[in-house]
């Protein structure tokens, strides 16, 4: 099947500082990704559609300057949060989904990102 | 916000016993994904279905897509302790665009000895 990791798992930062998220495609090349975020007991909600070689398509609501979005190649994906705040703190989960095949309509995910702002 | 209705929230069930939940819309969709989540980890595909009416079976783990296009369903038969976690039902409508999903609220699924 389709392998997503993401870097770090966790990590605590903060407030007014940037973390950086990798997200990678291990054994596929994913021209797109996405980018969610999951608050605790809900369910996950889309942030950004990460497209290789051009920008980043938001959500409504979801801040493109203080969520960037940067898919420099066909393996990798980074989610950088600026000026973090306590509020930011949340699970961040990408997914992707090889291009061919009949796993090209299924969506695979990362095991997510643990963020902490103090 | 969500455009799926998933139900139950939770189920607190016994060892042995079967599971069933479900997820409905106004919308037709032309894809349904079923995950398992368990805490601080990444959902993890269950089963993946493509045509109105299809039923597919992954071990104890059976879902179907609705007829109507619009609703699909997820049963777990002979429930044991590690189908604990979050199961969460995804479908892709056929006005959303390649890889966007639209995600249940979640059904919480604890299963006691």
């Known amino acids: 099947g389709a392998v997503v990791s993401q870097h770090p798992s966790w990590v605590i930062c903060k407030s007014g500082t940037s973390v950086k998220i990798e997200c990678r495609s291990l054994d596929f090349q994913a021209t797109t990704m996405f980018w969610y975020r999951q608050f605790p007991k809900q369910s996950l909600m889309l942030m950004a559609t990460?497209?290789?070689?051009?920008?980043?398509?938001?959500e409504q609501g979801v801040e493109k300057d203080k969520f960037l979005i940067n898919h420099a190649s066909l393996t990798l994906s980074t989610l950088t949060v600026t000026s973090a705040h306590p509020e930011d703190s949340s699970f961040y989960i990408c997914?992707?989904?090889?291009?061919?095949?009949?796993?090209?309509?299924?969506?695979?995910f990362g095991p997510g990102t643990r963020l902490t702002v103090t | 916000g969500q455009q799926l209705n998933q139900s139950p929230q939770s189920m607190f069930i016994q060892e042995g016993e079967d599971v069933s939940m479900n997820c409905t819309s106004s919308?037709?969709?032309?894809?349904w994904l079923w995950y398992k989540q368990d805490p601080g980890e990444g959902p993890v595909l269950l089963i993946a279905?493509?045509?109105?009416?299809e039923l597919t079976s992954n071990g104890r783990l059976t879902a179907q897509f609705g007829i109507t296009r619009k609703d699909s369903f997820l049963n777990i038969s002979a429930s044991i302790p590690s189908d604990v976690g979050i199961y969460f039902c995804a479908g892709q409508r056929t006005t959303d665009s390649w890889g966007k999903f639209q995600f249940g609220a979640g059904t919480q699924v604890v299963v006691t000895p």
């Open positions: 990460s497209n290789e070689g051009s920008k980043a398509t938001y």
């Open positions: 919308s037709i969709f032309n894809t």
């Open positions: 279905l493509y045509k109105a009416g």
């Open positions: 997914s992707a989904s090889p291009p061919q095949g009949r796993e090209a309509y299924e969506q695979y």
